[in-house]
T-cell receptor
Framework: DAKTTQPPSMDCAEGRAANLPCNHSTISGNEYVYWYRQIHSQGPQYIIHGLKNNETNEMASLIITEDRKSSTLILPHATLRDTAVYYCIVRSSGAQKLVFGQGTRLTINP | NAGVTQTPKFRVLKTGQSMTLLCAQDMNHEYMYWYRQDPGMGLRLIHYSVGEGTTAKGEVPDGYNVSRLKKQNFLLGLESAAPSQTSVYFC????????????FGQGTRLTVV
């Protein structure tokens, strides 16, 4: 699976959109981009995933660049409860392993 | 549905003792995973299983053994605990089908003294 690069930390004001970038320049054609988050010491929680097209669900939006070398997770109206570590993972459709990187620690400030 | 349940939630061991962590899922998932997470770090994959009776090594398998005798259970064993194994352990499961999410348990906080 391709390697991902994320900033170690970010801050965002409550009520604003939080945009979390992820670089995956070596991604291959059958690899999907997944986002998980981990709030405090809880188990990670799935947020969203996509292949080529932009995706949106009740939690977030995922924007993937046309060349698929990077993506952005958008939390449209961040709340204090969105403070967490966000992990971007690239994984092929047939992959057995699920490997996490270091993630981005997002802090939502009041 | 309970989802993914880890037992126990907390445990203190003395160096050299053994123990087994249990992960149970009620979603009929084929894939199961064990991770450890040390303070300020991401999750590291210890072992995983792609089906009943199968196991495979992850990134940091040394000092651990696993078994998947039943599809719903994935056991992580420490034969001789060491202080370096002090960590929070997370279990996860997912379907075999492509592009599905993984579900995580709430973690087991293990301290080896």
């Amino acid at each position: 699976d391709a390697k991902t690069t994320q900033p170690p930390s970010m801050d965002c004001a409550e009520g604003r959109a939080a945009n979390l970038p992820c670089n995956h320049s070596t991604i291959s054609g059958n690899e999907y981009v997944y986002w998980y988050r981990q709030i405090h010491s809880q188990g990670p929680q799935y947020i969203i995933h996509g292949l080529k097209n932009n995706e949106t669900n009740e939690m977030a939006s995922l924007i993937i660049t046309e060349d698929r070398k990077s993506s952005t997770l958008i939390l449209p109206h961040a709340t204090l409860r969105d403070t967490a570590v966000y992990y971007c993972i690239v994984r092929s459709s047939g992959a057995q392993k699920l490997v996490f990187g270091q993630g981005t620690r997002l802090t939502i400030n009041p | 549905n309970a989802g993914v349940t880890q037992t126990p939630k907390f445990r203190v061991l003395k160096t050299g003792q053994s123990m087994t962590l249990l992960c149970a899922q009620d979603m009929n998932h084929e894939y199961m995973y064990w991770y450890r997470q040390d303070p300020g770090m991401g999750l590291r994959l210890i072992h995983y299983s792609v089906g009943e009776g199968t196991t495979a090594k992850g990134e940091v398998p040394d000092g651990y053994n696993v078994s998947r005798l039943k599809k719903q259970n994935f056991l992580l064993g420490l034969e001789s605990a060491a202080p370096s194994q002090t960590s929070v352990y997370f279990c996860a499961s997912s379907l075999l089908m492509m592009n599905t999410e993984a579900f995580f348990g709430q973690g087991t906080r293990l301290t080896v003294v």
